[in-house]
């Protein structure tokens, strides 16, 4: 039986790019994103490759994130994380951040994955592998990021104290660093970012993390493909 995967914000950038990755490799696939179209085109790309089942919502609904376990039929073996928004664009200070869209970037980027992994942790086996999609600027204090950064760190120690909790799975916050995607264009609105990598060099080390066995922990691409 195939192993599944469930990978959050997967019309688009890294979790497309890591979706059609497993695709070729035999996974069977569980996605969502908030936009239909986009998700649904996703959709008939990887069916040529594997079964897979595509679910449009957002994953900081409860009924969204139920219908994602549920779509995985009773076993999770990757459980990837990588919905994410970045809330205003250009980034405010924090002296001038909108409280109420901080709390929306939160719910997003760091409540969201916590609550996918309550209603999933029936569903993964031993040795299942947990991967939440984090960011440098949650470890550096870059100016006009407090808002996206403070909800990455968030995630970091939820995702730091998950891997304490549950010793049986493996549990990964991973850092692609900068790529170019949509997210990263939306932060630097009317610059041209076209010198980022693209995101399909950050999945050899996503792989790394999902079909190896490296120990929980925090990784970025960048140290992963040096030492490789």
């Known amino acids: 039986m195939p192993s599944t995967a469930l990978i959050t914000g997967a019309s688009r950038g890294l979790g497309l790019a890591l979706a059609r990755t497993l695709a070729e490799r035999g996974w069977r696939l569980v996605i969502d994103a908030r936009g239909a179209d986009a998700l649904e085109a996703a959709r008939r790309e990887l069916a040529h490759f594997t079964d897979v089942t595509a679910i449009p919502g957002d994953v900081a609904d409860d009924w969204h994130r139920a219908a994602l376990v549920a779509a995985a039929g009773g076993r999770i073996d990757a459980l990837v994380s990588n919905a994410s928004i970045l809330g205003p664009s250009p980034q405010p200070a924090l002296a001038d951040y909108p409280l ?61 104290v998950l891997a304490v909790e549950q010793p049986q799975l493996h549990v990964y916050a991973f850092d692609p660093g900068d790529m170019n995607t949509a997210l990263h264009q939306e932060a630097f609105p009317g610059e041209d970012i076209s010198d980022r990598p693209p995101p399909e060099d950050s999945v050899p080390a996503l792989l790394e993390l999902i079909e190896g066995e490296l120990p929980s922990g925090r990784y970025r691409a960048a140290e992963m493909a040096v030492k490789a």
């Open 100 to 160: 109420a869209t901080l709390e929306d970037v939160v719910r997003v980027n760091a409540l969201a994955p916590l609550a996918l992994v309550q209603a999933a942790l029936p569903s993964l086996p031993a040795g299942a592998r947990i991967v939440n999609v984090t960011s440098d600027a949650a470890v550096e204090a870059y100016e006009g990021w407090g808002g996206y950064g403070s909800s990455k760190a968030m995630l970091d120690q939820l995702t730091r």
